[in-house]
């Protein structure tokens, strides 16, 4: 099949699915598939010159929208050279230029939304939720009506994304959905980021690692951290290592603020290549108490390096996580916060490294990225059995 991938930017720093995009796309072509990116990004951005996928850059757009009129003229032109699009997220003009360029033509496309159709964004930003809803009937309500799948990634997420709208009709699939796992030497990798933070260098340390955003409950994190630290009842031995890109100076400098009361908490900024894997698999404990999450790529590579995860009940894989024991999971408030850091703490050695078995294993069973390229292609290729 050749295969074009719809999404607004391939730049790591972003977070969401690109490392995902990638890592499937791999897969792909080694199964003999051509794919292709399609992006709002500017031809001349050094990550379009850095993906390891040929980058059609059609940007930049007009405004955080992205609107570029000629990204659909682009693709109308060209919709015929491939059997499938795949649009990775919605809300901006990636997915509505996708349409705009695709009806009335015999080119089928399919829509993961990550997680963008979650009610806790209506909840949280009423007033951008009101901007959507004035734009939802002639825009992406209708990029996800004629879709032939719109693919979610865990049972979680398909049914929190019918609570946002109450104009809401497409065809729900959902399919395995993963990463690769770490394909270096992992002892290696631990030398390398102990080498770029050598205070951190025989300390025991819990490891959040993703952008620094208020919905990843960063704030929560620290307070929890903080006050337990600096109790009676602190573990003196552990540490918090907080890595990530922030957009927002302004709130990374207010995290920093949080944590000065604690002195094991350390800022790396954001981490890749080997460094990142070393921090994964040197970590006790991967910890993310997100409000909301639809997948969480950096819990499944936790998973994969043998690291258990300390996660909210709004991360939409904690079913699987529970399920596999393969770590601990609670309310994302700060009591649930601190719960998480108290069970890790209190746990006994044996238990610690049971679960780290169990994360090996939970990732081979449910997120492993071969799997995830076989559930796709099942939909592409028309073999799931519908609806999902």
Not at 45 to 68: E, I, K, M, Q, T
Not at 80 to 106: C, E, H, M, N
Not at 233 to 247: E, I, K, M, N, T
């Amino acid at each position: 099949m050749k295969i074009l991938r719809s999404i607004h930017s391939v730049n790591p720093a972003l977070g969401g699915p690109i490392e995902s995009v990638k890592q499937s796309s791999a897969i792909l072509a080694r199964r003999g598939h051509d794919v292709e990116i399609i992006s709002l990004d500017a031809p001349t951005d050094w990550w379009v010159r850095d993906c390891p996928l040929p980058v059609h850059a059609l940007g930049p757009g007009r405004s955080s929208y992205g609107y570029a009129p000629r990204f659909s003229r682009w693709l109308k032109e060209r919709h015929a050279k491939y059997d499938a699009v795949i649009v990775q997220g919605i809300w901006q003009y990636s997915s509505f230029g996708v349409w705009r360029a695709l009806r009335g033509t015999p080119t089928p496309y399919f829509v993961f939304p990550h997680g963008m159709l979650d009610p806790w964004f209506k909840q949280t930003y009423p007033l951008k939720h009101l901007k959507k809803l004035l734009y939802w009937p002639w825009a992406e309500y209708r990029v996800l009506r004629d879709a032939v799948a719109v693919l979610f990634t865990s049972e979680e997420e398909r049914r929190l994304a019918r609570e946002s709208f109450s104009l809401y009709r497409c065809n729900e699939v959902v399919v395995n959905y993963g990463t690769a796992a770490p394909e270096i030497d992992l002892a290696n990798a631990r030398e390398d980021f102990f080498n770029g933070f050598p205070q951190l260098r025989g300390k025991r340390f819990l490891l959040f690692l993703g952008r620094l955003h208020e919905k990843k409950g960063c704030d929560l994190l620290i307070e929890a951290f903080a006050a337990i630290y600096n109790s009676a009842r602190a573990d003196q031995s552990l540490h918090l290592v907080v890595a990530g890109p922030c957009a927002d100076e302004g709130y990374q400098e207010h995290l920093e603020c949080m944590a000065a009361p604690a002195s094991a908490i350390t800022f790396t900024g954001m981490l890749a290549g080997p460094q990142k894997w070393g921090a994964f698999s040197a970590a006790d404990a991967f910890i993310l108490p997100s409000h909301q999450e639809n997948f969480g790529i950096a819990v499944v590579e936790a998973l994969a390096c043998g690291t258990p995860v300390l996660i909210s009940n709004k991360v939409n894989i904690w079913r699987e996580i529970a399920a596999d024991d393969a770590g601990y999971v609670e309310n994302d408030d700060l009591v649930g916060t601190a719960r998480l850091i108290e069970r890790w703490m209190g746990a006994a050695p044996d238990v610690r490294a049971a679960m780290q078995e169990n994360a090996r294993k939970c990732f081979a069973r449910h997120f492993e990225v071969n799997r995830a390229t076989d559930s796709l292609l099942e939909v592409l290729e028309g073999r799931h059995g519908g609806a999902g």
